[in-house]
């Protein structure tokens, strides 16, 4: 009777000690399991963050060319209206020696008129030499005036080509800037949404750890 009991308990404490061998194996495969899904996570949570760098980069990188060409615009404008002055200053001055070379020629028939005989040709050519003075300048004066015109049409011309290439570029790098920062804030919230549930997983596994 006694052997029996003592048999009997012996292998009781050999399921036992079986058992605890398949527990302890179970634990420490859970362990395992655990550790390796918090390594993914970690390792993705880090993947993320590298990811919104770059992100943050793209966007930089696409702001500051749209600044650049909007300088480039901006100076060009700035370009043309110094001209659009020049020529305005040029065509005052053209319009005051039109009316010097008509005072001038008013004083010549009063002059003509009043002026005896043996004075009157001195006096005559005295004008006609001021008149012609004034009138080549006005010449001299009204070709430079041509050619300033014709360097504003020129700059007009090219100013409006490079503004509506400008505004293009603008305009476009705005579209594509705009979808970019729309796709960023759009990534950013995907990336945080996944952040925050790798987090959430993350402390619920060294919770159960």
Known sequence: MKDQVVSDLTGRVADLERRLAHDKAEYEKAVSNRDQSIDALQSKVRDLKRETNVLTDDYESVSEEKHELEEQLDKEHTQ?????????????????????ID???????????????????????????????????????????????????????????????????????KLEHDAHVTSLERRQ???????ATLQAALAQAQAAA
């Not at 919230?189 to 952040?195: F, G, I, K, N, R």
């Open 80 to 100: 043309l209206i110094n001209l659009q002055d020049e020529l305005a200053e040029m065509d005052t001055l053209v319009a005051d020696l039109r009316a010097e």
């Open 103 to 173: 005072r001038l020629n008013q004083r010549n028939e009063q002059d003509v008129m009043a002026a005896e005989e043996h004075t009157a040709a001195a006096a005559q050519q005295a004008l006609e030499d001021a008149a012609a003075d004034t009138s080549a300048k006005l010449i001299a004066l009204t070709q430079a005036n041509e050619a300033l015109e014709d360097a504003l049409a020129a700059a007009v011309a090219r100013h409006a080509t490079g503004a509506t290439e400008y505004q293009g570029q603008v305009d476009a790098l």
């Open 189 to 195: 919230q995907v990336v945080d949404l996944e952040c």
